[in-house]
């Protein structure tokens, strides 16, 4: 059949968000919907796709059997009733006939028949006025993608979420932070998204895991099948379906380059952060995952800025016990030394949900109940934390800070739980850092403009700039259709940056940058010249970060933002960023130069 012949070379444009390359063999995960091609079969072909019909159909219907009693089982025969609605759809003898006779006349696959004579039907209902009808046509597309499924993916492989034993490239329309958790590392070597943005935490989590990944390709799965070799150009925003001999000794030829570069890089792994004219930096780094500890290492990062306790929550379904916890920051302090590692209380919330307390959605969950809220409406799991924290403080140096930050109530709720925390482990003779040193995340507008207030409960502030962009501009930062307006150089998230180090420094406290765009190298110019004292980034920025640093001096970073505020544009303030990184630092802004 023609769909088992050689594919063309295919390019689809998305938004890189995590750089670098990989090329392999791409599976889908999760719920696809199937929208099979367009594709002839020859005569003697006719028997042979009525048969995958019948398979498909049988299959179908001892999926929906056994889904029926499933839900028979735990819900009761009032919900397990649609099914017997499903089972009516799926034995429809007159479209089954119809479908049949369009493969005979029009010597199509029985895919395309299938799907197109479903489609016919769910068009008309969705035209018809009573509500109840049109309904219907929702339980017509359930049943058709069910049998589509079988009939690409027979043996029902399809049906639980897991990628084929080769994949090396993650499709999907969508990844949550706990489906990225579930990938085996060792395998996956690139994601490809329909939906996404660059700041949401499955790609953050992809570029702190230093994987290839594209996001907002939108509709790409009538370009795309599991099985096909694709390439990822995650400097570009590209995804390359069957690449072509010339593409793939092109793209080799900069993976060498990019090769040679870290080979380059790799001595600074021992080093310190100095601008060109002596100022020091700290470049810490952001992970999830104890696992990224040695490329925590490996990069020469200053430490952990960032340790998003929420993803250990995540990926275990039961929250963790005080000793659990205590085990998992105790390992991080140790492995990071002197530098010593800054905890984040829990962030749950916006797109990281946990199944035990988001039982209900929320209506607006970035503006909804998150991060520090979550904590003080469940004090006493708030104090399990903070007591882990404190005696995790013991063996290693060992910071903790809130995040989500609105008002200063909860800078001293927050800091009262602690000291009760405190006084419970000295009560119990438990060690920890009696000094510990308390940061406020600043990502909520109005944190900004109450920063002086803030920066007097704390030690340290750090800028949560994914947030700090979405709030201060009224972007969703996972909603892929506003990507576009998402600007990290637009004025008004630029002196919301430089107000809040000013706050800090004039409270003789020191503040860093732990979003996204502190490791932005076009921007890198922008945070010296506001004196930014810390910058926390993936661990595979580290070294990149680490020289353009070395080739910016102060002064010339300080005269730059004074003309960044003369700005009204994010693509002004971006392009005079950018010509002073290019001035210094050109061989590591290039993107991928192929294409
Ligand atoms: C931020 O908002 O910039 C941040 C670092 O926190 P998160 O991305 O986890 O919200
Ligand atoms: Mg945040």
């Known amino acids: 059949m023609s769909h088992q012949s050689p594919r063309s070379e295919v390019r689809l444009q998305g938004i890189g968000v995590s750089p670098g390359i990989s090329y392999g063999l791409a599976d889908y995960f999760g719920p696809a919907l199937v929208e099979p091609e367009q594709l002839s079969i020859e005569s003697s072909e006719i028997e042979s796709e009525k048969t995958r ?111 084929s034993e080769n994949a090396a490239i993650v499709l999907a329309h969508d990844l949550t932070p706990s489906d990225t958790i579930g990938f085996d590392r060792e395998k996956v070597k690139g994601f490809a998204t329909e939906a996404g943005s660059p700041t949401s935490h499955t790609a953050i989590m992809a570029h702190s895991l230093n994987i290839p990944a594209v996001v907002a390709l939108h509709a790409f799965k009538s370009s795309c099948q599991p099985g096909d070799m694709v390439l990822v150009d995650g400097y570009k925003g590209l995804l390359i379906i069957n690449p072509s001999e010339s593409t793939l000794s092109e793209y080799e030829a900069v993976i060498e380059r990019e090769d040679q570069l870290a080979a380059d890089l ?194 340290f502030l750090s800028i949560g700039t994914n947030d700090l962009v979405q709030y201060t501009t009224a972007v969703d930062r996972i909603n892929d259709r506003v990507a576009n307006l998402y600007r990290p150089a637009h004025p008004a998230v630029v002196e919301m940056i430089r107000l809040t180090v000013e706050a800090a420094h004039r409270n003789g406290i020191w503040c860093g940058i732990c979003g996204e765009v502190g490791s932005d190298l076009n921007l890198t110019p922008l945070w010296i010249g506001m004196g930014v004292d810390e910058l926390s980034v993936g661990p595979a920025q580290v070294l990149k970060l680490r020289r353009a640093i070395s080739r910016l001096s102060s002064d010339e970073c300080e005269l730059l933002l004074e003309e960044a505020s003369r700005k009204g544009r994010a693509s002004e303030i971006l392009e005079i960023s950018r010509d002073l990184a290019g001035k210094y630092y050109p061989e590591l802004l290039s993107s991928s130069p192929v294409g």
């Open 53 to 163: 019909l019948n398979v498909a159909i049988t299959a179908t219907r001892e999926q929906i059997t056994a889904l029926q009693e499933e839900i028979e089982q735990s819900s009761g025969s009032e919900h397990s009733s649609i099914f017997d609605a499903h089972l009516l759809i799926l034995e429809d003898s007159t479209v089954l006939d119809e479908i049949l006779r369009k493969v005979e006349n029009e010597l199509c696959t029985i895919d395309w028949a299938y799907h197109e004579v479903m489609s016919q039907y769910t068009e008309s209902l969705r035209k018809i006025s009573d509500a109840y009808l049109r309904e219907r046509a929702v339980d017509i597309e359930d049943v058709a993608q069910r049998v589509l499924k079988n009939l690409a993916w027979p043996g029902g492989d399809w049906l639980k979420p897991t990628l």
């Open 266 to 459: 790799k001595p600074l792994a021992e080093e310190e952060t100095f601008t060109a004219d002596g100022r020091q930096i700290t470049l810490s780094a952001n992970i999830e995952f104890l696992e990224e500890l040695e490329l925590v290492s490996s990069q020469g990062a200053e430490g952990v800025g960032l340790y998003r306790t929420e993803f250990f929550y995540l990926k275990d379904s039961t929250l963790q016990s005080e000793d659990h916890q205590t085990e998992n920051y105790a390992a991080i302090a140790k492995a990071c030394g002197s530098y010593g590692v800054i905890i984040r209380t829990l962030d749950l919330g916006g797109d990281k949900l946990h199944p035990d307390l988001f039982e209900e959605p929320q209506p607006n969950p970035f503006l909804g109940w998150r991060g520090i809220r979550v904590s003080l409406d469940r004090p006493e799991d708030f104090k399990v934390q903070l007591r882990a924290i404190l005696r995790a403080s013991a063996h290693g140096k060992t910071r903790l800070m809130y995040p989500f930050i609105s008002n200063l109530d909860e800078v001293l709720q927050a800091n009262a739980l602690l000291e009760e925390a405190k006084d419970e482990l000295r009560a119990k003779g438990i060690p920890f850092d009696e000094s510990i040193e308390r940061g406020a995340m600043i990502e909520i507008p109005s944190a900004v403009m109450i920063a002086d207030h803030i920066a007097r409960e704390v030690e």
